[in-house]
């Protein structure tokens, strides 16, 4: 199995930062990549930004220009810097990751963690 733990959450003011960090565990070959998504009550599960192994990027519109994401391939933690917060980034922030459970495995896996509590205050 593979286990995925994110840190960082909290409330931070509309305007401040704050940093994520998820790292994944446990039994597999490769991590191809990792990425965040949110979800906020009564909306969908949505992608936020992802990275993969080789250090390429995608984002979602509305965080482009505030969030950076980063990883560290050693640790297998993929980071989230959110900066300029808005309310609307409120939101359970969730980690993921797509494994390769051996090195013959012909399809990747996915992962997820449990979530964290992002609250922007205006």
């Known amino acids: 199995q593979v286990q995925l733990v994110e840190s960082g959450g909290g409330l931070v003011q509309a305007g401040g930062s704050l940093r994520l960090s998820c790292t994944a565990s446990?039994?597999?070959?490769?991590?191809?990549?990792m990425g965040w998504y949110r979800q906020a009550p009564g909306n969908h599960r949505e992608l936020v930004a992802q990275i993969t192994n080789g250090g390429g990027t995608n984002y979602a519109d509305s965080v482009k220009g505030r969030f950076t994401i980063s990883g560290d391939n050693a640790k297998n933690t993929v980071y989230l810097q959110g900066d300029i917060l808005k309310p609307e980034d409120t939101a359970v922030y969730y980690c993921?990751?797509?494994?390769?459970?051996?090195?013959?495995?012909?399809?990747?896996?996915?992962?997820w963690g449990q979530g964290t509590q992002v609250t922007v205050s205006s």
């Open positions: 446990g039994s597999f070959y490769r991590i191809d990549g």
């Open positions: 993921n990751a797509d494994v390769r459970r051996s090195r013959f495995a012909t399809r990747q896996e996915t992962y």
